[in-house]
T-cell receptor, first 111, second 116 residues
Framework: KNQVEQSPQSLIILEGKNCTLQ??????????LRWYKQDTGRGPVSLTI?????NTKSNGRYTATLDADTKQSSLHITASQLSDSASYIC??????????FGPGTRLSVLP | DTEVTQTPKHLVMGMTNKKSLKCEQH?????MYWYKQKAKKPPELMFV???????INESVPSRFSPECPNSSLLNLHLHALQPEDSALYLC???????????????FGPGTRLTVL
């Protein structure tokens, strides 16, 4: 069964600190993986998207990694800001399949 | 234009009302999606339209009726909803194709629906 798991479920950090969110998937065959940021009550916004041949992708303070062999991805946030407080959702697309959503990690950045 | 727009932003309706949610994109995407999202949960796929034809219906109750009048518009008609249908309804679009490649999915801001 195609699944996407994320950890931790929730995370609280202080402003300015770094953090790393994890995503493990079983979707096969794999097409691409994306990380979304979703503010409460708003639609998800894409942060990064990676295919199997890409193992690192950066977008400002966000850096995503992908290991297609172990089927793991991480999202690293550096120098966190209060505005980073949101849910971060890992979504995996299989070849010829629809998008499989992870449950998300809820990040809270405190002053 | 890389935007998906949705109207209305908020909707409150009674169980006997008929209302419609609207979604629009002008990115030339040929796949459009409706998702339902409850609080603190990931979006759940409801319908997928591919080239204006319904390709996926994830066993959604008939009180939800999707419509794709053209390649830029997607509607969700609501009738006789239940309070448990209250949720954030998200529209998304992407280039069609199940093949490899980035095929990025763009989301609208959502409609917050409350059923009384």
């Amino acid at each position: 069964k195609n699944q996407v798991e994320q950890s931790p479920q929730s995370l609280i950090i202080l402003e300015g600190k770094n953090c790393t969110l994890q995503c493990n998937y079983t979707v096969s065959p794999f097409s691409n993986l994306r990380w979304y940021k979703q503010d409460t009550g708003r639609g998800p916004v894409s942060l990064t998207i990676m295919t199997f041949s890409e193992n690192t992708k950066s977008n400002g303070r966000y850096t995503a990694t992908l290991d297609a062999d172990t089927k793991q991805s991480s999202l690293h946030i550096t120098a966190s800001q209060l505005s980073d407080s949101a849910s971060y959702i890992c979504v995996v697309k299989g070849y010829g399949q629809n998008f499989v959503f992870g449950p998300g990690t809820r990040l809270s950045v405190l002053p | 234009d890389t935007e998906v727009t949705q109207t209305p932003k908020h909707l409150v309706m009674g169980m006997t009302n008929k209302k419609s949610l609207k979604c629009e994109q002008h990115m030339g995407h040929r796949a459009m999606y409706w998702y339902k999202q409850k609080a603190k949960k990931p979006p759940e796929l409801m319908f997928v339209y591919s080239y204006e034809k319904l390709s996926i219906n994830e066993s959604v109750p008939s009180r939800f009726s999707p419509e794709c009048p053209n390649s830029s518009l997607l509607n969700l008609h609501l009738h006789a909803l239940q309070p448990e249908d209250s949720a954030l309804y998200l529209c998304a679009s992407s280039h069609e194709g199940g093949g490899r490649g980035k095929n990025e999915q763009f989301f609208g801001p959502g409609t917050r629906l409350t059923v009384l």
